[in-house]
């Protein structure tokens, strides 16, 4: 059974930092793209990251390209999110999701998710 457990989320001061897991279990962990996704009340759902897990290429949009860095733990199974230097607008439900390497880097939708993890960015 594929499971994702989001971690870390809580209350954090902007300009502070953060770091999000997702702890993954039931699949070849390698062979997949881990994606973190996060959702505001009254917003649409937005893609914030992309790993691939076997080569390590990252995908990152604009909005949080350079404040935002993944890495994974390959012998834990687990892809952690630090946020630094977080702003007001970055407060969300933040969710990570999986789906196998088809080269398209989380784009064409994605397979399993987590329950979501709630970040606070306190001004």
């Known amino acids: 059974e594929v499971q994702l457990v989001e971690s870390g989320g809580g209350v954090v001061q902007a300009g502070g930092s953060l770091r999000l897991s997702c702890a993954a279990s039931?699949?070849?962990?390698?062979?997949?793209?881990i994606g973190w996704f996060r959702q505001a009340p009254g917003k649409a759902r937005e893609g914030v990251s992309c790993?691939?897990?076997?080569?390590?290429?990252?995908d990152y949009p604009p909005s949080v390209e350079g404040r935002f860095t993944l890495s994974s733990d390959t012998a834990e199974n687990t892809v952690y999110l630090r946020m630094e230097n977080p702003k007001p607008e970055d407060t969300a439900r933040y969710f990570c999701?999986?789906?196998?390497?088809?080269?398209?880097?989380?784009?064409?939708?994605?397979?399993?998710w987590g329950k979501g993890t709630l970040v606070t960015v306190s001004s």
């Open positions: 039931g699949f070849t962990f390698e062979d997949y793209y």
């Open positions: 790993l691939s897990i076997r080569d390590g290429t990252t």
């Open positions: 999701a999986e789906v196998e390497a088809d080269g398209n880097m989380c784009r064409q939708g994605m397979d399993y």
